[in-house]
């Protein structure tokens, strides 16, 4: 019996020199086929329990997803080609595999049998397992997982997150690769907008000096906004209202209160009454005829003294208690 002890305790060395040595050897192969693939590996059933049984001196990154469209896992098709640039920048930055990684992409159409037994009814799912031998062991099996429910599809947050879960590895720096395509399609931007302009300017310029132009745009915003334009888009007021009796209520009592027609009116009374207000100071004093002046003065006075009547009558409906009215309204 001594002696039976004395020989197990021989071997033990042995045992776990071939232990280590196959775990070793697991690493080596696998990472020279991600090496040469420069991306992650595309795993099966077999290959990921191979990749994450004990004995493990390695650690393994594990993205399981769903990319076949009847399944339609948007998140997944937008982060796999984020994924395999993290895989290929690691990999590159890390040939002689020092920091003992591997990355690997397990689809669901190849993964059902780990599906099922890791009981997961979404995706995309990230697993980190940490090596379970050697200077940087975790002395249990389970693997870290990263949570995508809150939208991420970018591969820095993951770089981040595998530095920080593998602190005493190497890690190389993500740099995302310079789009020359999106630069190529701003600058031909860029140049057709200075084109055109340089083009159109003859044309476009009077246009855009026409002080006329500017002053009816500066016109309808202030009478847009002075009516209640705004408060119709914030408080999504209804456009017109019954009144109770069969009828159509166009406008609605009380200052906290409007209708989207009311607004339209009140617009147009506002047009109306600067319309006038700028025929008669402006237009008027330039007609030479006295007569003719003289009936455009009645005229364009009649409309101010009938439209700023109609105004009153309007602000009576909003406040009840208002004590002034004009004729004729």
Known sequence: MKLLTILTASLLPFTALAVKKSSGDRFQQHFAKQLSNAGPLKLDDKLYGDLTKTPRDYSVAVLLTALEARFGCQLCNEFQPEWELLAKQWTRGDR????????????????????????????????????????????????????????????????????????????????RPINYLMIGIGITAVLGVITFFTVAAPYVLPIIQNRNLWAAISLIAVLLFTSGHMFNHIRKVPYVAQDGRGDVSYFAGGFQNQFGLETQIVAAMYGVLAFATISLALKVPRIANPQTQQIAVVVWGGVILGMYSFLLSVFRVKNGGYPFWLPPF
């Open 96 to 175: 002689n595999g020092e920091g003992r990684l591997l990355f690997g992409t397990l689809d669901f159409m190849d993964g059902k049998g780990t599906f099922q037994a890791l009981q997961l009814q979404t995706a995309p799912v990230l697993l980190l397992f940490p090596p379970t031998t050697g200077p940087n062991a975790k002395p249990d099996n389970v693997p870290q997982r990263f949570d995508f429910s809150s939208g991420i599809n970018k591969a820095e947050p993951i770089h981040s997150w595998l530095v920080r879960q593998l602190p005493d590895i190497p890690h190389p720096a993500f740099v």
